[in-house]
């Protein structure tokens, strides 16, 4: 995967938005809680699904920043 | 349903980062090629995506759960048999002249081919189609959050379309694929928990397959005949109606689709688009399907009841509605926020590019400098997003007339892949040929659907129904083409080079590293899909 943009790296607003969303679901899921009753990830899926979010978004961004760094 | 604050928060960080987008890439936007055409420049891998994303609308979305929870695994079949042949197709045989001939559309490529009457018939109903669907788009979105939210459905039109006016006039094909690439990965984060969540209530596939009526697990068992299975189709009509001539018709020769191969930056780049589009469309059932699936199956039915009837449009929401908290919701809807817009997007930059470079660039204004066809393009854009909204209110007011245009509307592909298949495989094929080939199968097509309409012809279902009218709209032109063709003068070989397989020179891709090269993706999807329909027949 070289850089694929004209003027803009398409991974870095996809990084961006997935940790930006990702820490808020993660952080609103550890202070909510969630309801009983839906098996372990279903419980508490804010948290557990926004940090799958968060690590996707960073992965991105490291992608994007590698990228960048061997672009220069 | 009901929202929060939290999932407001993350709607409106959508919002923020796809016209955060739009503005960073009007940087760029410095010819009409950078607009229309993204300069072709971008990789393989985000061209994949948005091709793969152009199609995956959020009625598509709704209405393969619903079809899940209506037929089960059946439903796969508009996958596994009616998109990734098609794809390995376009990807081989015909993206070496799309992009080679360096056409800048598909009607463009009819015109080089063919002559100026086939591309003006394909310009101007591609553009009504376009606009069409980008409106009926717009109106399903309106009336899917209003019934499931509660939104107005004014504002939900007119805020959504003054986003998409916004990122696509502000960085043209490349916002729009952008943001194509941005919902595949927010339908793919929205929508996944469902089929996770759904599996583990369910009992996984041996406890979903116990609960569902016989016959949902399976997708070949039952295709005997058209009386044995849910659906009224036989598998003769399947894998000739959907599978070849609806299929390739959308996928080969859909400038939507196709524009976005035609983005990519070399010819490697082109024809990997859609074998790496294939193979995320190949697990699609799981993500789209299932969660239908798990809806019936867990689920007592009066929560499907509107008005006394089952509404299997309804699995989806009601999914959302059992599984996700506050904040999880907010992700789900902004997926499918996402989808409608990415798919208003993809119709309003294939129409402006039709328009500009297809019907003003050839009859109204020809030798204007390049300035002027970008200025046209963003005109074009925005008066796309605005028909697009009076289409909308048209649907709004008159279901009945827009359900009828569509279903027309949708038969222009099936006829029109013959006219391709002809012209890029036989080079004794003429102009004459093609364009009144073309039109006699449209003609066959709304004959058909008036033969259906009045009950002169009757189907096991509407869907049996479309599979044969596509097969006979295809046949009528094939042959019509083929015959003419015999009776006027073919065009001299020396115009057709890179126009016709024959008469081209195949890409080599001998440089590349044999698992970096176009042909073993197509060997890669074409067993995997093998094997899904092996698994799960």
Redesign the interface.
Known sequence: MSDSSPGLDVRWPIGLLFTAVGALLALYGALHGGPAGLGAMGSNLNLWWGLVMLLFGLGMIAVAWRAHQDGQ | MHLHG?DY??IV??CV?VL??GL??K??MHTSV?FFL??R???A??TGLAFLSANLGALEVLGMAASGAKYGMLTSHFYWVGAIPAMIFVALFMMPFYYGSRARSVPEYLRLRFDEKTRAFNAFTFAVMTLLASGINLYAMAIVFKLMIGWSIHSTILLSAAVVLVYTGLGGL?SSI?NE??QF?LIV?GIL?LT??GW??GGGWSGLAARLPAGFSHTWSNLGSAGENPMGVGWFGLVAGLGFVLSFGYWCTDFLVVQRAMAARDMAAAQKTPLIAAFPKMLFPFLVIVPGMVAWAVLPREEFLVNGKIEYNLALPLLLAR??????LG?GITALLASFMSGMAGNVTAFNTVWTYDIYQSYLRRNAPDAHYLTMGRIATVSGVALSIAAAYLALQFHNIMDYLQLIFSFVNAPLFATFLLGMFWKRATSDGAFFGLAAGTLTAAAHYLATARGWVTYASEMAANFDRAIYAWTACFVLTIAISLCTRPRPEAELAGLVYSLTERPSYRRLPWLNRPGTFAVLAAVLMVLLNWIYR
């Open positions: 939290i928060v993350v960080l959508y980062f955060g987008v960073a890439l940087r760029g950078d993204s300069g420049r971008i990789s891998w985000v490349t952008y690439v941005l990965f984060f928990p996770l969540l583990q209530e599984y996700y908290p506050p904040g999880m992700v």
